[in-house]
């Protein structure tokens, strides 16, 4: 298949909502990380997402919309929290997780009875989707189980000769994908942590909690209720270790057990004192650096031909519970307490 490089001008956007709107697949640029779009309404196209991407079929879709007023017909019923979330989180990188209606196929829900709704900040998304017409089903646009693309290039890298175009808009803003809440329970479910913090989300929801699996492996037999929880995900082809502790007991610990090939991914500055090469990042007291780094810096010890990866440990507060989700799966949740 010849994947087209589309541009953001208006022509090239026109051209992109065209190839969706006739069943076709675009990664497209959102402030989270790139997304592999098709039309959510269309069973056929959805299905092409898991194909090109080599994606386990049970893992639901996010649905994306440039208008609150598509969101009736996608939904059976919406709950009245989406109002207040929408006020103060939309559009931005919140998704929201509610009973659906007939019109979404069971491709895009994963086979569950409900659907998962994003209202991107990104302009490029949000006119992309009105010139296709409907809503867009849009994974990561990455090979399933690699790092999360936040660059054009990482997409072209995954998916030239796989889907039909690429847009190159701007490096992604966030880095990691949204925030995702379910609604479809009582009290509220933080499913997956992003930008938009728990911390956040309790001033407009008191009652949501954290869903176990954000930290730890979903348990066996378990249905994935969002993206990013059942399988392994964002990893490099190295074995990665997280290290728990000081930058001086991560220091000790590398030194006596760094194998060849082995790297250290740890926070900025922190390469100029350690006797292994190593990539950075984000700034250690600065988490949306760390969000926006992680998945560039995990791609790059591949392009290294790091085949051994020490990690450290970043903060499970705020933006820094996603770093951490995120980073615990790329490690296959191999945490070693200093």
């Keep these: ?21 006739g069943g076709g697949l675009v990664a497209i640029p959102t402030e989270t990380v790139y997304g592999l779009a098709a039309n959510a309404l269309d069973e056929r ?47 931005g990188p919140l998704t929201v997780i509610m009973p659906k209606s007939d019109k979404v196929p069971s491709a895009t829900s994963g086979g569950l009875d409900t659907v998962a709704i994003r209202f991107p900040s990104d302009e490029t998304a949000r006119k992309i989707i009105a010139y296709a017409g409907v809503p867009l089903a ?4 990455n090979l399933s189980g690699s790092p999360s693309p936040t660059t054009a290039q990482h997409c072209i ?9 690429i847009v190159c808009g701007e490096d992604c803003k966030v880095g990691v994908e949204s925030t995702v809440i379910t609604l479809a329970e009582n009290p509220p ?41 059942k399988y392994k995900h964002y990893a490099p082809k190295a074995k990665v270790v997280i290290l728990d502790g000081s930058f001086e007991q991560f220091a000790a610990y590398v ?14 500055g922190e390469e100029q004192c350690l006797d292994l090469p190593c990539v950075s990042y984000g700034s250690e007291t600065d988490s949306l650096s760390q969000a926006k780094g992680l998945f560039g810096a995990l ?34 949740f191999d945490v070693i307490k200093l």
Aim: net charge positive.
């Design 1 to 21: 298949m010849h994947t087209k490089l589309l541009t953001t001008s208006e022509q090239d956007l026109r051209e992109a909502g065209a190839i969706l709107r």
């Design 45 to 91: 196209a959805v299905r092409s997402i898991f194909e090109a991407k080599g994606r386990p079929q049970d893992n639901p879709l996010i649905v994306h919309v440039c208008d609150t007023a598509m969101i009736p017909a996608l939904a059976a019923g919406v709950p009245d929290a989406v109002r207040s979330l929408a006020e103060r989180f939309w559009p």
């Design 189 to 229: 479910r933080l499913l997956r942590p992003g930008a938009v913090t728990l911390e956040m989300l309790r001033e407009v929801l008191p009652d949501i909690v954290l869903d176990a699996a954000v930290k730890h492996r979903l348990k066996p037999g378990a249905v994935a209720a969002s993206p990013g929880m």
């Design 138 to 141: 849009a994974p990561s646009a």
């Design 299 to 332: 791609r790059r010890l591949d392009e290294l031909g790091a085949k051994q990866v020490f990690a450290r440990m970043p903060s499970k507060t705020g933006v820094g519970l996603a770093v951490y989700n995120r980073l615990i799966r790329a490690a296959g």
């Design 255 to 268: 030194g006596e057990h760094r194998q060849t090939d082995a790297y250290g991914l740890v926070f900025r």
């Design 157 to 165: 890298d995954d998916m030239t000769g796989r889907i039909d175009a």
